[in-house]
C-alpha cells in the first residue's frame, strides 16, 4: 500500500503561479512512476505530467509544456508540480497518483494503482 497526501491548492488569478506538492508514504520502494492527472466540473479525468522514480524522466500534457514543471525529491519521497502561467481552464481537482506495476512512464490513468484525495485550484480573477 501506498498512501499520498496532496498539498498546494489554492485561489490564484490568470497567469500567476502555484506548486502541488505530494508526499508518499507506505511502500515507497516499490513507486515506478509518479504522475498528475486533474478533473474539471462535468470532464473525464486527464493526464497532466508524470516522472519516474528511479532516473526522473518525464513527460507532460501538449496543454501544459512549458507552463508546468514537474519534479520529485527521493529523499522526501515527495513529487511537485510547479504551475505557472495558469490559465482559468486549468481550474480542476488536481490528483496525485503513484503507478507500482508496470515500469513505464505513461498517461493512462489505468496504470496508476494509488491515488490521493485531491487538492483544488481555481484559476479567477
Known amino acids: 500500500q501506498v498512501q499520498l497526501v496532496e498539498s498546494g491548492g489554492g485561489l490564484v488569478q490568470p497567469w500567476g503561479s502555484l506548486r502541488l506538492s505530494c508526499a508518499a508514504s507506505?511502500?515507497?520502494?516499490?513507486?515506478?512512476?509518479m504522475g498528475w492527472f486533474r478533473q474539471a466540473p462535468g470532464k473525464e479525468r486527464e493526464f497532466v505530467a508524470a516522472i519516474t522514480w528511479g532516473d526522473g524522466r518525464t513527460y507532460s500534457a501538449d496543454s501544459v509544456k512549458g507552463r508546468f514543471t514537474i519534479s520529485r525529491d527521493n529523499a522526501k519521497n515527495s513529487v511537485s508540480l510547479q504551475m505557472n502561467s495558469l490559465k482559468p481552464e486549468d481550474t480542476a481537482v488536481y490528483y496525485c497518483?503513484?503507478?507500482?506495476?508496470?515500469?513505464?512512464?505513461?498517461?493512462?490513468?489505468?496504470?496508476?494503482?494509488?491515488w490521493g484525495q485531491g487538492t483544488q485550484v481555481t484559476v479567477s480573477a
Open positions: 507506505g511502500r515507497i520502494f516499490g513507486i515506478y512512476t
Open positions: 497518483a503513484v503507478d507500482t506495476s508496470v515500469p513505464q512512464l505513461s498517461s493512462d490513468s489505468r496504470q496508476y494503482d494509488y
